[in-house]
């Protein structure tokens, strides 16, 4: 949604109750992967990871989306590039650097960027928001300027 399909994951978390959400996977044909909340459907390629009922960020910064399929709610710019600095920081995946630099880029006009300061302070990602700042002035991410 916020990079208008440039970026494709092949995954996507859901907030929801677990319990009737890992039905709906079954009968969907996803099948329990590698980790204890993440399905996969090989045949569309597509990888959910079930993160309980409970979002990790504003549920003020939602959006609903319509799709062919009925409505989505997305998290908020601010939430997701959060998250993509906490999974470049703690798991050392340099792509989820390069998502949260396209991201943030992409959507410069519309983040709250105290509140993004904020909620990186709050999950200790201060250090690689800064980076990404950095990264966002100079205008490129590449595999010689990672914030990794």
């Known amino acids: ?47 959910v990871d079930t993160v309980g009922d409970v ?12 799709t062919d399929y009925g409505p989505a709610t997305v998290i908020g710019i601010e939430d997701l590039i959060v998250k993509r600095l906490g999974s ?5 995946t340099p792509t989820d650097m390069d998502q949260a630099y396209l991201l943030a880029k992409s959507q410069d006009d519309r983040i709250d960027w105290p509140y993004l300061q904020e909620e990186a302070e709050r999950a200790r990602v201060g250090d690689y ?3 990404l700042k950095t990264l966002i002035t100079k205008g490129s991410i590449s595999k010689n300027n990672r914030a990794t």
Do not use: C, P
């Not at 978390?13 to 204890?36: C, H, I, Q, T």
């Open 55 to 66: 979002l990790d960020g504003s549920y003020e910064r939602v959006t609903t989306v319509t």
């Open 1 to 47: 949604m916020y990079l208008d399909g440039t970026l494709r994951t092949g995954g996507m978390d859901v907030v929801y109750n677990v319990r009737s959400l890992r039905e709906v996977l079954k009968a969907w044909r996803f099948s329990l992967g590698g980790g204890l909340r993440a399905w996969a459907n090989e045949e569309l390629g597509l990888a």
């Open 129 to 131: 928001l800064a980076k």
């Open 88 to 92: 470049a920081k703690h798991w050392g």
